[in-house]
């Protein structure tokens, strides 16, 4: 009997279960996926915004990670939310560790709510430590810029420029943010657009989007699907976990990642 895909997730635990790694776990599963997980933070978060969070100590995340690599055969990496550099450098060890593992970074540097969860130290050490053993990372236009260290007055293009500077394969540059009547991802190799995806732009705010589909773009590449095709089922299920949200909350609407299964 053949065994599922295995992803191994980086990420913090929201006790609201709308985003971080019951996300992950969630999305991951939902594609057919096994999801293990690595803890990087605890938070203290709803579905208005994060509150407080504390780190995990960098070397237990090692220790685990070895441990499940050890074990298990991963056919992905997902990182999320990494909290601090000393964090940023122990997952850097397992990449260069396992440099055959695709990479699928979702750069968590803000809470849907506006609160900061990275210094200007840790975007540094993402761009040095992490992006250059990325395959594909997920930034809305807000993260492309902090990443990239432009503003809002660069272009698409040359933020793509900057970002591809740091080694980084692919680039899934997501339009949620962005001033355009539809959402437009574009998605790059290099300098070079593959693929722009279209999608109505809904209504309301959502906890966890990214984590969606970062988490589900990491399930698709590890059943090695082309990245062309694995971006669009991802961002085809992310839309429809948002379609589907619940307000379960007093804030943001959380994502229904088992939209699909029987009621």
């Known amino acids: 009997m ?8 980086f990420s913090g635990l929201d006790p609201t279960g709308g985003a971080g790694i019951q996300a992950d ?10 999801a293990t997980a690595v803890l990087t933070a605890l938070t203290v978060q709803d579905t208005h915004n994060v509150h407080h969070f504390e780190c995990v100590e960098s070397q237990l995340i090692l220790r ?10 991963i056919s992905a990496i997902k990182i999320g939310m990494l909290g601090s550099v ?26 849907g709510g506006g609160s900061s969860l990275a210094t200007s130290h840790l975007i540094d050490a993402i761009n040095k430590l992490i992006l250059p053993h990325t395959c594909i990372t997920t930034p809305n236009t807000i993260e492309a810029y902090k990443l990239a260290d432009c503003n809002e007055t660069d272009n698409d293009q040359y933020i793509i420029e900057q970002l591809t500077k740091t ?14 009547l539809e959402v437009e991802h574009h998605l790059y190799c290099g300098t070079t657009r593959l693929q722009t995806f279209h999608y109505k732009r809904l209504p309301d705010e959502y906890h966890g989007s990214g984590c969606t589909l970062a988490a589900s773009l ?46």
């Open 86 to 111: 000393a964090i940023a450098d122990a997952i850097h060890c397992i990449l260069r560790e396992h440099p055959l593992i695709p990479v699928i970074l979702d750069p968590v540097l803000a809470a």
């Open 218 to 263: 990491a399930a698709f590449i590890a059943k090695k699907i082309d990245i062309i095709d694995a971006t669009q089922q991802a961002l085809d299920y992310s839309y429809n976990s948002l379609i589907h949200a619940q307000s379960l909350g007093n804030g943001q609407l959380i994502p229904n990642r088992y939209y699909w299964a029987p009621k």
């Open 167 to 180: 080694g980084v394969k692919y680039v899934l540059l997501t339009g949620t943010h962005a001033n355009t």
């Open 25 to 34: 776990i969630e999305a991951i599963n939902s594609q057919g996926c096994h």
């Open 64 to 73: 685990q990670a070895r441990a499940v690599l050890h074990d298990m055969n």
């Open 2 to 9: 053949s065994s599922k895909p295995a992803v191994l997730c």
